[in-house]
């Protein structure tokens, strides 16, 4: 639902995938060893110590900036931050201000009309604070634990100009956001807090509210999607929406005040006195993109013959694109359809991701259904099979095998002829429907023989079957 009155600008902070962080040589791959071991003196920025920019940071952050059509500054400098917060161990965040190091690009998202650009205002470099683990929730708990690890992680924030019109919007955007950073390889969004998104909300004509650090993608349209309704109950009590910022908390689905909105004044940004300004622009020409979500969607479209809504689901994120490319050798149109009609849908009920999938279990459901061997039905059925395999720690079987044992290849000639007859003589009531011009009846008998045969045949030429048993019964031939 569109929202004519609703201003939605975003600003996404997005942790770049290198090997270490941004002003020293600590490894950012900490996610599984204790806290405060990937800490040196630079990171946890104690007297003396020296930042020194991380050449491979600037340039991940060039391909996004690239990829999103944005104008690479000529020269770029670093910033300090002032503000106090617990895990922010400096009081200061190095980051970048009045000299980003690109500006004014733009990204397509398929809007409720069509396709059009949300502005991208700027790209900027920045470091990650540290993390606050609280004891119970962030207003309840009884304390808070710090763990540096996280202090230094290179970010690059993207942020929006105020274009987006509802939560739905907001969604769209940062799946093709998500979307173009993992085909350019700088971004894992499987890490824990690899993407976290500040969303700024107002009503036409009313004050801004940013609701912060929200670390999902549902996350932020439900937040969205509170925030427009609670306003909107504010304004309709003929109150002020107060200019503030909020926590969103994502178990209860609402947002609470946290304080007041600060103003680009209370952070006293003075440029970086460690690092010396950078002159990066001439890069850009040597920056060699990769095939991005919008090109491979029209790659699909040509090459495999994918129609225009398969294809944007498809290439919504790199592993899935690649996995139907894997697949689509056996044939493109079946593999579009069960890949994004079937196998996303059972992958999502089980939380799953595409990496669970084995391609070649696959390609060997969708050679049993392209030789006419199983029904649709009996190959979702093989698909669940499969994944629940999956789920309970087991190795799958091939589908080859899963007919075998189950009994689910395509049924047909005289079992299936025999079946029809068993079913019109245990359903009177519905034969005589039938027989008085009542369509849904047969809809019916077809579904009780699917019943019986367990879904191995095919509901087209059962239909014609039971007609044709039907009319004998009523003389027509």
Same mark, same amino acid.
């Given at each position: 639902?569109? =929202?004519?009155?609703?201003?939605?600008?975003?600003?996404? =902070?997005?942790?770049?995938?290198?090997?270490?962080?941004?002003?020293?040589?600590?490894?950012?791959?900490?996610?599984?060893?204790?806290?405060?071991?990937?800490?040196?003196?630079?990171?946890?920025?104690?007297?003396?110590?020296?930042?020194?920019?991380?050449?491979?940071?600037?340039?991940?952050?060039?391909?996004?900036?690239? @990829?999103?059509?944005?104008?690479?500054?000529?020269?770029?400098?670093?910033? /300090?931050?002032?503000?106090?917060?617990?895990?922010? +161990?400096?009081?200061?965040?190095?980051?970048?201000?009045?000299?980003?190091?690109?500006?004014?690009?733009?990204?397509?998202?398929?809007?409720?009309?069509?396709?059009?650009?949300?502005?991208?205002?700027?790209?900027?470099?920045?470091?990650?604070?540290?993390?606050?683990?609280?004891?119970?929730?962030?207003?309840?708990?009884?304390?808070?634990?710090?763990?540096? +690890?996280?202090?230094?992680?290179?970010?690059?924030?993207?942020?929006?100009?105020?274009?987006?019109?509802?939560?739905?919007?907001?969604?769209?955007?940062?799946?093709?956001?998500?979307?173009?950073?993992?085909?350019?390889?700088?971004?894992?969004?499987?890490?824990?807090?690899?993407?976290?998104?500040?969303?700024?909300?107002?009503?036409?004509?009313?004050?801004?509210?940013?609701?912060?650090?929200? *670390?999902?993608?549902?996350?932020?349209?439900?937040?969205?999607?509170?925030?427009?309704? &609670?306003?909107?109950?504010?304004? &309709?009590?003929?109150?002020?929406? #107060? /200019?503030?910022?909020?926590?969103?908390?994502? #178990?209860?689905?609402?947002?609470?005040?946290?304080?007041?909105?600060?103003?680009?004044?209370?952070?006293?940004?003075?440029?970086?006195?460690?690092?010396?300004?950078?002159?990066? *622009?001439?890069?850009?020409? !040597?920056?060699?993109?990769?095939?991005?979500?919008?090109?491979?969607?029209?790659?699909?479209?040509?090459?495999?013959?994918?129609?225009?809504?398969? #294809? &944007?689901?498809?290439?919504? !994120?790199?592993?899935?694109?690649?996995?139907?490319? !894997?697949?689509?050798?056996?044939?493109?149109?079946?593999?579009?359809?069960?890949?994004?009609?079937?196998?996303? !849908?059972?992958?999502?009920?089980?939380?799953?991701?595409?990496?669970?999938?084995?391609?070649?279990?696959?390609?060997?459901?969708?050679?049993?259904?392209?030789?006419?061997?199983?029904?649709?039905?009996?190959?979702?059925?093989?698909?669940?099979?499969?994944?629940?395999?999956?789920?309970?720690?087991?190795?799958?079987?091939?589908?080859?095998?899963?007919?075998?044992?189950?009994?689910?290849?395509?049924?047909?000639?005289?079992?299936?002829?025999?079946?029809?007859?068993?079913?019109?003589?245990? +359903?009177?009531?519905?034969? @005589?429907?039938? =027989?008085?011009?009542?369509?849904?009846?047969?809809?019916?008998?077809?579904?009780?023989?699917?019943?019986?045969?367990?879904?191995?045949?095919?509901?087209?030429?059962? +239909?014609?079957?039971?007609?044709?048993?039907?009319?004998?019964?009523?003389?027509?031939?």
């Amino acid at each position: 639902m569109e =929202h004519e009155d609703v201003i939605i600008g975003l600003e996404i =902070h997005c942790q770049l995938n290198t090997k270490s962080k941004l002003f020293c040589g600590c490894s950012t791959d900490f996610r599984d060893d204790e806290p405060n071991t990937h800490t040196c003196p630079v990171c946890l920025g104690l007297p003396g110590s020296m930042p020194v920019v991380n050449k491979k940071v600037i340039e991940f952050a060039m391909r996004v900036a690239k @990829a999103l059509n944005c104008t690479v500054l000529k020269e770029c400098d670093f910033s /300090r931050k002032n503000y106090f917060y617990p895990d922010l +161990n400096k009081a200061y965040q190095i980051t970048q201000y009045d000299r980003p190091l690109a500006e004014w690009g733009k990204l397509m998202i398929e809007g409720e009309d069509g396709e059009r650009d949300i502005r991208i205002t700027r790209i900027h470099v920045e470091e990650d604070p540290g993390r606050s683990v609280h004891m119970g929730t962030t207003d309840r708990g009884k304390y808070t634990l710090i763990d540096y +690890n996280r202090a230094g992680i290179p970010l690059i924030e993207i942020v929006t100009e105020p274009d987006l019109r509802s939560p739905k919007e907001a969604r769209r955007f940062l799946n093709k956001l998500r979307a173009t950073l993992e085909y350019l390889n700088v971004f894992d969004s499987e890490k824990e807090g690899s993407l976290r998104v500040d969303a700024n909300i107002s009503l036409k004509g009313s004050g801004r509210v940013e609701v912060k650090n929200i *670390s999902s993608y549902k996350g932020v349209e439900k937040a969205l999607t509170f925030e427009i309704t &609670r306003q909107r109950n504010v304004i &309709r009590r003929g109150q002020v929406v #107060a /200019r503030e910022t909020r926590h969103f908390l994502e #178990a209860r689905g609402v947002t609470t005040s946290s304080r007041s909105k600060e103003e680009e004044n209370d952070y006293r940004y003075f440029p970086e006195p460690d690092l010396m300004p950078m002159q990066v *622009s001439d890069w850009v020409d !040597g920056i060699k993109l990769p095939e991005l979500p919008d090109a491979r969607r029209e790659r699909f479209m040509q090459q495999y013959g994918c129609s225009l809504e398969h #294809a &944007r689901t498809l290439t919504g !994120g790199l592993k899935l694109a690649e996995f139907y490319e !894997g697949v689509a050798k056996t044939d493109a149109g079946l593999a579009a359809t069960w890949t994004a009609d079937y196998l996303l !849908g059972e992958l999502n009920y089980r939380d799953f991701s595409i990496d669970v999938m084995p391609p070649a279990h696959f390609i060997d459901l969708i050679t049993l259904l392209k030789s006419d061997t199983i029904t649709d039905k009996s190959g979702v059925e093989i698909l669940r099979t499969i994944l629940d395999q999956i789920k309970a720690g087991e190795k799958p079987e091939m589908p080859t095998k899963i007919v075998a044992r189950l009994g689910l290849a395509k049924t047909g000639g005289d079992e299936i002829s025999t079946m029809v007859r068993e079913v019109i003589a245990e +359903n009177p009531q519905p034969v @005589a429907d039938y =027989h008085a011009g009542k369509g849904p009846a047969l809809n019916f008998l077809v579904g009780q023989v699917m019943k019986k045969c367990r879904g191995r045949a095919d509901p087209g030429h059962l +239909n014609v079957l039971l007609r044709e048993e039907l009319d004998k019964l009523q003389g027509v031939e």
